[in-house]
């Protein structure tokens, strides 16, 4: 299974990051995501929400779109993964794809994903926070690819909604409201990573 490290824990082939705009922005986000997670996880345990084990349908079936911020901290984490060149492999064969399955999703991962703690924004939120109902309530989407997702019986006041979460996000320093393909993002952010790394040595 895939493995968070930390920027402090950085491997020393990776110590030109340190200093830079790049190592800025993988430490914003991961202090956005860490704060979103603690959000989310308040509120799955509290309300007993939780994908049915062993569903990845959602991995399966969609392809996000990532900011910035997203494709650097993924490329930064991908290119420190154990599965480097298979990531990289599948990334490049899904750059014309329209639809899924995620290049990094991973049917034999319980988390169903290769980069799971580096994951985008939309992964985390999907199926674990709400949206703001027409007279600005919190409602709850039920999954609708797979029938046995539970939501809570009453959304309470609150609840974390997505549509805060993305403004966050990109209001977030050095991060611009564009988006792009996820593979095709992420592969220039590679690049960009080992062109940092050329020129240090």
């Known amino acids: 299974?895939?493995?968070?490290?930390?920027?402090?824990?950085?491997?020393?082939?990776?110590?030109?990051?340190?200093?830079?705009?790049?190592?800025?922005?993988?430490?914003?986000?991961?202090?956005f995501y860490r704060d979103v997670?603690?959000?989310?996880?308040?509120?799955?345990?509290?309300?007993?929400?939780?994908?049915?084990?062993?569903?990845?349908?959602?991995?399966?079936?969609?392809?996000?779109?990532?900011?910035?911020?997203?494709?650097?901290?993924?490329?930064?984490?991908?290119l420190l993964s154990e599965r480097k060149t298979e990531i990289i492999r599948r990334l490049n064969e899904s750059k014309e794809q329209k639809n899924g399955p995620c290049p990094l999703y991973d049917g034999d991962n319980d988390f169903h994903c290769m980069c799971?703690?580096?994951?985008?924004?939309?992964?985390?939120?999907?199926?674990?926070?709400?949206?703001?109902?027409?007279n600005g309530e919190s409602k709850f989407a039920l999954c609708h690819l797979n029938t046995d997702f539970k939501g809570p019986d009453k959304v309470p006041a609150d609840a974390p909604v997505m549509g805060v979460f993305g403004q966050r996000m990109i209001c977030l320093e050095d991060n611009d409201n564009i988006t792009?393909?996820?593979?095709l993002?992420?592969?220039?952010?590679?690049?960009?990573?080992?062109?940092?790394?050329?020129?240090?040595?």
């Open 116 to 134: 799971y703690d580096a994951r985008p924004l939309i992964c985390r939120l999907f199926a674990s926070s709400c949206f703001p109902g027409k």
């Open 185 to 201: 993002r992420v592969l220039k952010d590679i690049s960009l990573i080992e062109f940092y790394s050329r020129l240090k040595k």
């Open 180 to 183: 792009e393909f996820l593979p």
């Open 37 to 78: 997670n603690e959000k989310l996880s308040a509120f799955s345990l509290k309300e007993g929400i939780r994908c049915p084990t062993g569903c990845g349908m959602c991995c399966e079936r969609f392809l996000p779109d990532v900011s910035k911020l997203e494709s650097l901290y993924l490329a930064y984490n991908i």
């Open 1 to 31: 299974m895939y493995s968070y490290i930390p920027m402090e824990n950085i491997a020393s082939d990776l110590d030109y990051l340190k200093g830079t705009s790049i190592e800025r922005n993988i430490r914003n986000i991961e202090d």
